[in-house]
């Protein structure tokens, strides 16, 4: 004779500590991260609230971005610090201490790229009134946006390589700019929604914007470079 045997009660496996110590862990980041950034680059924060049309006096605007690299590294050092440490990241010192740490790679990595943006958005005003400016156009812009797809993708390098030189890491960055391209691209998108977004909204588009969007930055560029480090030379 046959025993009917009742179904089993199926249990429900809700998120556990871990899960929800994640999450905190990245909305506490991505906010302390604005703030940071909003401190760290005060007077261009500062200057896009009071302006009307920043559009307008862009070369005032550029050169106070001069400030953005060393945040940058002090917030991809803060993202590394997310991914190691989990839920228990502490995102202010991990900034700091990447801000102070990377300082002086960066700085002189962000002016030399602020003073080629206004090189090139100078002779991009000026040949406007010249007769071969359609075919000098292309090449200006293509020249911006591997400047600055070069000049962040070295800054993750910087954080993620504080060993290697800077010059060595230059070169893995052009590498990688030119080689993963749609990365590039990606990362151009994004960065174009951050700058518009601090146009139009300066305060709640720098509060919310920016760190979420570069995370996503920081770990493309992390992967493309973990990529190439685990390459096999020939």
Known sequence: MSTVRAPRKRRWSGP???TFGSIFGFVYTFLAGNVLLALANAPLV???SLVADPAAAWPFFLALSVTIAPSLAGLFAAFRSLNDDGGAVTPVAA???GYKRSFTRTAPLGVAAVALLL????DLVAIQSLPGAALLLPLIVVAAAVTVSLAVTAIAGVVLLPQA???S???ASLYLVVQRWYLSLA???LLCIIVSAALLQPVLGIALAPAPLLF???SNASYAFHAVLRTPSN
């Open 16 to 18: 556990g500590f871990e």
């Open 46 to 48: 500062l200057c896009l």
């Open 95 to 97: 900034f700091l201490s």
């Open 119 to 122: 090189f090139l958005g100078v």
């Open 165 to 167: 030189r800077l010059k």
């Open 169 to 171: 890491i230059l070169k």
């Open 187 to 189: 990362m151009l998108v």
């Open 216 to 218: 996503v930055i920081w």
